[in-house]
């Protein structure tokens, strides 16, 4: 892990052989939190894990002036950047007006296991998250590390600075926010 800190490091600097070391190295990891990020979608979008791991990687390497201290920094900003790209590819499906009825068809099998969802509920989560996010910085940061990041309560907490049951507090408090503002 100290090896991937350093190669970090070196592409904040502008190395660009480190950062594309960077995602060769956590590129399972990344795979991991697409496919959570597809499966919160169901069948919204047409991207593939390969797919949303190129597109979020091509929205980190835009970001100019990012820092990643650790790993742990890092795959939560390429949740943040893979929820980001899922939001507006159903904005874009919403926004279209010809056709935007019809059911897409996929060549890929795992969709059929998904539970389908509601474009409109894909992006009352985002709006509510969003609120929160207004609201309590901190818990958004937790829902997003942890419900799209898929990072554990002790990751979360280190990579936050605080204990792990400030995490499992702050988890609690987001998932009532996020009930209530669903409900209404």
């Known amino acids: 892990m ?35 990020n597809l499966r919160r979608a169901g069948d919204l979008t047409l991207l593939d894990t390969q797919a949303l791991v190129h597109e979020a990687w091509m929205r980190l390497d835009a970001a100019s002036g990012a820092a990643f ?19 507006d590819l159903v904005r874009a499906r919403q926004a279209e007006r010809r056709g935007g009825g019809v059911q897409a068809l996929t060549l890929n099998t795992a969709i059929a296991d998904l539970t389908p969802q509601d474009e ?29 990041g898929g990072l554990l309560e002790h990751e979360i907490a280190q990579a936050l600075g605080v204990t792990e049951r400030t995490v499992q507090r702050d988890w609690q408090k987001a998932k009532l926010f996020l009930a209530m503002s669903l409900s209404e």
Request: net charge positive.
């Open 2 to 36: 100290q090896e991937i800190t350093q190669l970090l490091k070196a592409a904040q600097d502008g190395d660009r052989g480190a950062a594309d070391q960077v995602v060769a190295r956590l590129y399972a990891d990344l795979q991991r939190l697409a496919r959570s």
């Open 69 to 87: 201290p650790d790993r742990r920094h890092f795959l939560a900003y390429a949740a943040r950047a893979m929820r980001s790209v899922v939001i």
């Open 120 to 148: 409109t509920q894909v992006l009352r989560v985002h709006e509510a998250l969003e609120e929160l996010a207004q609201l309590e910085p901190r818990l958004a940061q937790v829902v997003e590390m942890r419900y799209f």
